[in-house]
């Protein structure tokens, strides 16, 4: 072989792999997105639909013609054509998992490769069967993409990690509504929460177990918070003033807790609150406080004040916003 025909073979021998490396990058890059996926869904099953528990919500919202997502999950697809699946279009990432009535049922392992996906924003994992799965403390993977994360209604249970305060991008946080109070987070990863996440709009934990006693100096960062249940969470102690300070609230909900008393002033000036509900709590509410709310509150619709003390005997006429549409004065110590 003369010298320049070897030259020639050594040449093409490194355009050949120069162009596989660059190939398999991109490739390798999307086999692991695949690979991370199909691991995930390897101990999920579908349900059918006369088992699965939240098949008459979800028919509700989808109609009766949802179905299993997770049908077409399989390699001979590219996982961006997956169902509940979606990729940023210019660089091929997962950005996006929404299996919310996906008829999912299984067991999250600890380990799962979920995390992997290192360009994940939004992960709605709500109304699906994970009983007793556990909100891997892996989550903090994410902390870099992740800015909305849903998990209501999964039957998860178990500690909520310290992590979830890291996760320093999210818009918003669902954790509600999971296995009657067998979700717990703990009270200073809840403070932290508050403190931490500052770009936060919407935070509900409805039916998690907090089981705090509020610090009076509640730090509140986000003032974007649009929207805050924390109905039926074990919240105890004064209403901190913070809460009701935060001017972009529209939905406050703290029902069915062991909070205790004086409403601040401050809640007839929420300029867009349209949803408030304090009911059942031994708080109690100054009568100039209600009549405030009721008259200037320009945006009010639902005021909810089951079981609050109020302390007035109600005139005869009660000049009320029209906006409002929902009053609810039941058990009220009027
Ligand atoms: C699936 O479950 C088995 C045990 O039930 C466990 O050993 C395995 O790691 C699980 N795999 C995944 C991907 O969760
Ligand atoms: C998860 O992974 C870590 C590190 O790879 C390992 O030490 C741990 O045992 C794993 N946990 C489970 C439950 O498999
Ligand atoms: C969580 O997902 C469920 C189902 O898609 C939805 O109804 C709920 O509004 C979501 N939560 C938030 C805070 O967006
Ligand atoms: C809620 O949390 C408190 C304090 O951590 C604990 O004592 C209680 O047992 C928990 N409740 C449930 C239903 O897990
Ligand atoms: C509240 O939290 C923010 C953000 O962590 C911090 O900058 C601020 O100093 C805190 N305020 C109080 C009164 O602790
Ligand atoms: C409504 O707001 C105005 C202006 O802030 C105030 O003067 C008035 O007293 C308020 N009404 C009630 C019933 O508190
Ligand atoms: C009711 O409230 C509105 C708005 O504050 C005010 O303009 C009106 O005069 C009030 N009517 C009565 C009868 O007090
Ligand atoms: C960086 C690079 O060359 N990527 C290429 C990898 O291969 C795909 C086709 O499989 C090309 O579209 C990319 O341009």
Redo the contacts with the bound molecule.
């Keep these: 072989m003369s010298n320049s025909i070897l030259l020639l073979f050594f040449l093409s021998l490194f355009f050949i792999s120069s162009t596989t490396y660059s190939i398999n990058t991109t490739h390798k890059f999307f086999v692991q997105q695949t690979q991370a996926l199909l691991h995930f869904k390897q101990n999920l099953t579908s349900i059918n639909d006369a088992l699965f528990e939240y098949d008459s919500t979800c028919k509700n919202w989808l109609g009766s013609g949802y179905n299993p997502i997770m049908m077409n999950w399989n390699t001979g697809i590219d996982c961006c054509e997956w169902s509940g699946v979606t990729c940023d279009p210019s660089t091929g990432d997962v950005i996006g998992l929404d299996l919310s009535c996906g008829m999912v049922k299984g067991t999250i392992h600890p380990n799962s490769t979920i995390f992997h996906l290192p360009r994940l924003q939004r992960l709605n994992l709500a109304y699906n069967s994970f009983t007793h799965s556990q909100l891997p403390p892996a989550i903090d993977m994410l902390s870099n993409s992740l800015t909305h994360l849903n998990i209501s209604s999964c039957g998860f249970t178990g500690q909520v990690p310290t992590y979830i305060s890291h996760l320093h991008k999210l818009v918003s946080l669902d954790l509600s509504w999971n296995g009657n109070g067998k979700l717990n987070l703990e009270p200073h990863v809840f403070i932290n929460l508050l403190q931490n996440l500052i770009v936060m709009k919407e935070l509900s934990l409805s039916e998690v177990n907090i089981s705090a006693v509020l610090p009076s100096n509640l730090n509140i960062s986000s003032s974007s918070l649009k929207f805050l249940n924390l109905g039926s969470t074990g919240l105890q102690g004064n209403m901190p003033r913070s809460i009701f300070t935060l001017q972009s609230l529209e939905t406050l909900d703290l029902w069915v807790n062991s909070l205790t008393g004086h409403i601040p002033s401050e809640v ?2 929420l300029p867009n609150l349209v949803s408030l509900d304090l009911s059942r709590n031994g708080i109690y509410l100054e009568p ?2 209600f ?2 709310l ?3 509150s320009t945006f009010l619709r639902d005021l909810w004040l089951g079981e609050v003390n109020i302390g007035i005997v109600l005139p005869t006429y009660l000049n009320i916003s029209s906006s409002l549409r929902l009053l609810d004065l039941s058990s009220t110590s009027l």
């Design positions: 007839s000036l100039h406080i009549r405030s009721l008259i200037n």
